[in-house]
């Protein structure tokens, strides 16, 4: 990685947005890259946009903002595409990846004229699938790793499965249900 890539993430209290902002950052710090993985909110409550951010840099990331011009922009909750302008600063050549039982030439017209590149994963989907749940922050994780290649797809799911392993201990069949929902999402994305 020659610089650093930025992405902002977009969802509602509730769906993992900054969580999965906040995994992204701790996998990718021990993967050896430097890191940011810092949420935007003030008192909203379950069901309330947020957004979260990361920097993933092969160097020391010296810039302390929010993200205004993100490489690529995630987005959990499709709903937010009707109020929230998404792909405001996204760089044409990132690219948006939206959490959607909808094709992305369903989606484009959403996105107030970005010409970038645009990916859709049903995130549902693949959590009721994996996990008996709509926890679509999984998912999304690992299609936002596939899309933005910050790291190797083998080094992300050993490090993710660690992860897993330790937060949820008492729980194998937590960890066995997020890795397959991280495998199906690669494949999807």
């Known amino acids: 990685m020659e610089k650093t890539v ?3 993430w977009h969802g509602r209290g509730g769906q993992g947005a900054k969580t999965a902002a906040l995994l992204l950052a701790d996998v990718a710090f021990k993967t050896g890259k430097y890191v940011q993985g810092f949420p935007e909110y003030g008192p909203e409550r379950m069901g ?6 990361n920097r993933i840099s092969a160097e020391p990331i010296t810039v302390h903002s929010n993200i205004y011009t993100p490489d690529y922009v995630v987005v959990v909750d499709e ?5 929230i302008h998404v ?14 039982e909808r094709s992305a030439e369903e989606i484009k017209p959403l996105l107030r004229g970005y010409e970038g590149a645009v990916y859709t994963v049903d995130a549902k989907k693949i959590s009721i699938e994996a996990l008996g749940k709509n926890f679509p922050n999984s998912p999304m994780l690992a299609a ?3 899309v933005s290649k910050v790291m190797d797809k083998e080094e992300f ?3 993710m499965r660690a992860s897993f392993q330790h937060k949820f201990a008492k729980k194998p069949e937590v960890i066995d249900g997020n890795m397959k929902a991280l495998e199906m999402a690669f494949i999807e994305a």
């Open 6 to 8: 930025e992405i902002r």
């Open 48 to 53: 309330a946009p947020i957004t979260a951010y």
């Open 79 to 83: 709903s937010l595409l009707e109020s």
């Open 87 to 100: 792909t405001n600063g996204l760089k044409k050549e990132g690219a948006v990846i939206v959490n959607t």
């Open 144 to 146: 936002t790793v596939a």
């Open 157 to 159: 799911l050993t490090e």
